[in-house]
T-cell receptor, first 111, second 113 residues
Framework: QKEVEQDPGPLSVPEGAIVSLNCTYSNSAFQYFMWYRQYSRKGPELLMYTYSSGNKEDGRFTAQVDKSSKYISLFIRDSQPSDSATYLCAMRDTGGFKTIFGAGTRLFVKA | ETGVTQSPTHLIKTRGQQVTLRCSSQSGHNTVSWYQQALGQGPQFIFQYYREEENGRGNFPPRFSGLQFPNYSSELNVNALELDDSALYLC????????????FGQGTRLTVV
């Protein structure tokens, strides 16, 4: 079993929809939770990170962490065609240097 | 665009050969991490360098090695290339050892034939 599981999709939504992206994990030591966006032929770009449990909002993006369920989510409101990309969740523990990534979910937002 | 630059952008090598990939970190960043991203997969952590010392390593064999220079730029060396080494190699720099806020370069696409 992988430490971080993420549905690869693809996920296709119409413009303006609310998108929900999710990851589950097995290592209870994970404390830092990140979301990256990766466009084709580019490196990942950090969208948001959260420490421990709770919610964090940044513009159209909201990240949620539920440590009791070992489940994290990224919500995108008013999705745009420019949001079409692969979204990677990532996480690590407090003392470690090793960041574990999910496989990524491919998102297509149709105009 | 981040200030992290990688070279070359694409590379084709033959099985058994050796390769060196280069990364210039963002100004002010003293930590560099390297990742391997196979097609359709998330990045896998190879190792991290902080102030010229390797201070963390993933599940990669010793034929994957690296260096960090006094200006915090870095190299990834892979010896005895195998077909499965074909992937996108990503470099990420961060201002601290704890690389929560890591900035990635565009990657080097390595193809081993």
């Amino acid at each position: 079993q992988k430490e971080v599981e993420q549905d690869p999709g693809p996920l296709s939504v119409p413009e303006g929809a609310i998108v929900s992206l999710n990851c589950t994990y097995s290592n209870s030591a994970f404390q830092y939770f990140m979301w990256y966006r990766q466009y084709s032929r580019k490196g990942p770009e950090l969208l948001m990170y959260t420490y421990s449990s709770g919610n964090k909002e940044d513009g159209r993006f909201t990240a949620q962490v539920d440590k009791s369920s070992k489940y994290i989510s990224l919500f995108i409101r008013d999705s745009q065609p420019s949001d079409s990309a692969t979204y990677l969740c990532a996480m690590r523990d407090t003392g470690g240097f090793k960041t574990i990534f999910g496989a990524g979910t491919r998102l297509f937002v149709k105009a | 665009e981040t200030g992290v630059t990688q070279s070359p952008t694409h590379l084709i090598k033959t099985r058994g050969q050796q390769v060196t990939l280069r990364c210039s970190s963002q100004s002010g960043h003293n930590t560099v991490s390297w990742y391997q991203q196979a097609l359709g997969q998330g990045p896998q952590f190879i190792f991290q360098y902080y102030r010229e010392e390797e201070n963390g390593r993933g599940n990669f064999p010793p034929r994957f090695s690296g260096l960090q220079f006094p200006n915090y730029s870095s190299e990834l060396n892979v010896n005895a290339l195998e077909l499965d080494d074909s992937a996108l190699y990503l470099c990420a720099s961060s201002p601290f050892q704890m690389n929560t806020e890591a900035f990635f370069g565009q990657g080097t696409r390595l193809t081993v034939v």
